[in-house]
């Protein structure tokens, strides 16, 4: 197997470069920064890692954005303030869209990405991820539709009303952490939310959900689904990334799944070593040895500065990450479930990045890597952006 992670040659990239130009290149899934607010996650220049430069930079036409907000008390203050967080962000990315200098466009359907890039523009596409923004409330959706939004994912971290999580969270409402099921999968309410979002148009992203939620929810959908960002639990057994059943059922669903430069969905799980070394430095900042994926928890830590140590470690410890990795993932998911249900999605500005792909500008890098890797030019626009297009249109045909 050939190695990807030499530096690519003038040569790859001016090939690169031309395929980025005459395909669709999109990311399915980044979060949204809001300007004058400290974040994490940014780049090393304190920018948004998907701002519009470093898009036009690294040949990417479209990015979905999500408009997110993390676990809150399931109550009615809770849903409050989660609908404030979303609202900011959707307040946001649509300011990003306003401005002219940005050259941006929202977009709404394969089309309008498609007459976009003809125009010599790049686009935006909403996201919406979190049933708590709704609270109870189904007839959210359809305001967050309206609004634009267009990819839609039941939880994040933690159980809400809707949905278990893959990643149980420590709940702010019992003061202890969550079981790993609440729901056995989906709640009638969460069956009720896939629904609507099929009769709306919407494309459905099971990224986040526990396993017998994603299993409930390709039964239930009437559409294509996606998982946004999203690895193979077969080469990296975490919680968030998905297991074979899943899957298959999205490739036979006609969907696709998404993977993501997260370092904390690709490092190797087989590595005893690594994985005591986890343990270790998790029990040195008084969180549980067992976990899902190694930043587990740490936002339990109260202390800023042993938070930052915590995540600093884990992050030494994991590596910078390597190209090879995330298309290992890329190569598995082709052989399981065919070139047509493969895409990308970076979770970049939420801890999405890698060595060499550690924001928008550096796509081309992941494009030399897949044509190293023996990928043809029609297969890289699938990869990059044709796969999410067709799920999309799928989707966007809803009964309304």
């Known amino acids: 197997m050939p190695t990807v992670e030499t530096p690519a040659t003038d040569q790859a990239l001016v090939r690169a470069k ?37 898009m036009q930079a690294g040949g990417v036409d479209a990015v979905v954005m999500a408009v997110a907000s993390g676990p809150l008390p399931r109550n009615e203050p809770g849903y409050q303030k989660a609908r404030r967080r979303a609202d900011r962000k959707l307040d946001a ?32 596409i909403l996201g919406f991820q979190n049933t708590q923004i709704i609270g ?3 007839a959210g959706l359809d305001q967050y539709y309206e609004a634009g939004c267009r990819v839609f994912a039941l939880t994040h971290i933690g159980h809400n009303d809707c949905a ?42 099971v990224c986040q959900l526990s396993k017998n939620a994603t299993l409930q929810a390709l039964d239930i959908s009437s559409a294509p689904v996606i998982a946004s960002h999203s690895n193979v639990r077969a080469l990296c057994d975490v919680s968030r990334n998905l297991s074979d ?17 997260f ?11 690594l994985i005591e070394a986890i343990r270790v430095a998790r029990v040195n900042a008084k ?19 042993e938070k930052i140590a915590f995540t600093d470690e884990v992050s030494r410890l994991l590596g910078p990450g390597k190209m ?13 479930i065919g070139i047509d249900h493969v895409g990308i999605g970076t979770d970049f500005n939420h801890g999405g990045g890698m060595k060499s792909f550690n924001e928008s500008s550096d796509a081309l890098n992941v494009t030399v890597g897949l044509l190293q890797r023996g990928y043809s030019e029609e297969d890289v626009g699938k990869i990059w952006g044709r796969n999410f297009l067709r799920a999309l249109t799928a989707a966007n045909s809803g009964i309304l």
Do not use: C, M
């Open 18 to 54: 031309r395929i980025h130009a005459s395909t669709i290149v999109i990311d399915a899934h980044a979060d949204i920064e809001i300007s004058g607010r400290e974040s994490a996650y940014v780049g090393a220049d304190g920018r948004s890692k998907v701002a519009p430069d470093k």
């Open 93 to 124: 990315a649509k300011a990003l869209v306003a401005d002219a200098s940005n050259n941006l466009v929202l977009s709404h359907s394969a089309e309008e990405v498609e007459a976009a890039k003809v125009e010599g523009k790049r686009s935006l």
């Open 263 to 273: 370092r904390g969905y690709l490092y190797d799980t087989a590595d005893r070593q």
């Open 164 to 205: 278990d999580s893959s990643r149980p969270d420590f709940s702010a409402d019992t003061g202890k952490h969550e079981v790993v099921e609440e729901h056995g999968g989906l709640s009638t309410l969460g069956r009720q939310a896939i629904r609507r979002i099929n009769r709306l148009g919407g494309l459905l992203d």
């Open 136 to 138: 109870k409330d189904i």
């Open 287 to 305: 969180l549980p040895e067992t976990y899902l994926y190694p930043f587990e928890l740490y936002w339990e830590i109260k202390d800023p500065e």
């Open 245 to 261: 059943e899943e899957i298959d059922l999205i490739g036979e669903n006609g969907g696709v799944v998404h993977v993501t430069p």
């Open 324 to 336: 090879d990795s995330l298309i290992d993932h890329i190569d598995y998911l082709v052989a399981r």
